[in-house]
């Protein structure tokens, strides 16, 4: 009864989103064709035209995974945000699919933010933040979309869902949103009026209906004007905060970049709806990913229950040359995320990745100064040492010239990566036991280096130019295998012609 309600009232609203999707499918039919390929990487996803920055919903829906994630199509730069599309089966091979969401309604007009996608009675459902900007102010409302297919998504007629500003709340955007026994939950970033970042939870009994409960957590000061991207997941039996602040002073090594994600331990306690020995300052508050690169972590429990974490291997303000060739940025490799006993949370590559290795392009012990060629744009990389009281040290080299080295000091316990230029450099404590192991992924312009069992990831954009040459430092010998990787992101041709059919012909230029 309440579903065929729903779809009934989705079906008014159809006809003029073709339109409008039309519109978009017809641009990128026109621009992929064209784009330059130079940078664009071939196992990680990025848009098939214009600009990708945060992961935005990632579901699993009828034995297929959707990733959701903010975009701009008409061009290499941020704009108004769109709702891009990918799906997969195998969480490796992703095909591009239209974008979800456009921002053409009265209170979405002006960009259509990150939140969540979920499951629920055989629909999709989008949760996200519409943008309204007018000449002295900016209005944020929550809202949502629906799909019985999971492609083609229709707002809900009633959006927005959440249009009351609680008090003492500027900025609230960001949904996530969960169901727990019969109950939904919904946490957003936000921020106080006088500017301290906090996060806020509405409750529901049905997702439609929100009601406003409290603050969370907040800023007392040194921990940011703006929280956003919240998420909270339970793993190995605790549960873990996600956050993305902006505003927190860099202190030594830590907090390097323009802004940060992280993340605090502690429980949930959903009688009280309040945090127990959880409390987020600076003491307690720590990088996910220690690289340049690196934003609004998103997560999602997979089909057999592992926790999985992709986040945009970006950051605000930083320079992307492939901007210029008609697109821009590119997400992270999916990872999963367990916790140490010592409640670190460990971030690996998931298993499938090992199913895009092709051929072994090297495999043999080195000793410091020794080099040998990359060979390919895209690769994996495995470094390992039988002793941890040596320093060992990568380099990758272009231009006959060191561009990107990663290096381990056993004396500091400390592993330390240098991308060259001001401020370069980016340092965490490690100090592995038993033997040295690095997981590195480079995919043309970006490198992640997976340390130990994931104890420290640094993920960055590199623009290598002409071949990479790889060469061994230290003081040890160094175990490398090299793995040449496969394309797994892409077009479906028959899925394009179908669109073609349904969507693209639509427009007579
Ligand atoms: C915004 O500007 C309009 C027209 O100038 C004015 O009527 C309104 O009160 C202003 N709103 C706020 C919140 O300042
Ligand atoms: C808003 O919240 C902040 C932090 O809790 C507090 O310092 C401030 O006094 C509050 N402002 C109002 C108007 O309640
Ligand atoms: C949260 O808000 C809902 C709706 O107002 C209310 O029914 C519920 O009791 C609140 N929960 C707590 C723990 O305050
Ligand atoms: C390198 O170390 C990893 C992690 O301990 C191990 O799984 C792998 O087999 C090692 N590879 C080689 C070639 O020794």
Redesign the pocket.
Known sequence: MEVLLLTVLLSVAAAEFAQDLAHVEAFIEQKRYVLKKKYRPLYHISAPVGWLNSPAGFAYFKRRYHIFYQYHPYNGAWGTMHWGQAISDNLIDWVHYPPAVLPKDFYDRHGCLAGTAVMHNNYLTLFYTGVVQTQNQTIQTQNIAISGDGIIFQKYLYNPVIRQYP??VTDFRNPKVWRFRNKWFMILGSA???R?G?LILFSSPDMFHWKYNR?LA?S?GDMGYMWENPDLFEVDGQHVLILSVQGIQAESYRFRNLYQTGYVVGNFNYHSLRFENLEVSMATFTELDYGHDFYAAHTLQAYDGRRLLIAWLGMWESELVESRDGWASMMTLIREVRLSPQGRLLMTPIKEMVDLRTEILEDAWYSPGEAFHAGSKSFELIVNASSVLYDAAVTFEWHGERQYAIAYSAERGRITVDRGGIDGIRKADWSPTGHMHWRIFVDSSSIEVFCGDGEVVFSSRIYPKRGIQIRIGGEMQLHVTQYKIRRSVGYDEKLRQYLKHNFVNRIKY
Request: net charge neutral.
């Open positions: 008090a003492n106080t009026e006088n301290q906090q603050t907040r007392y």
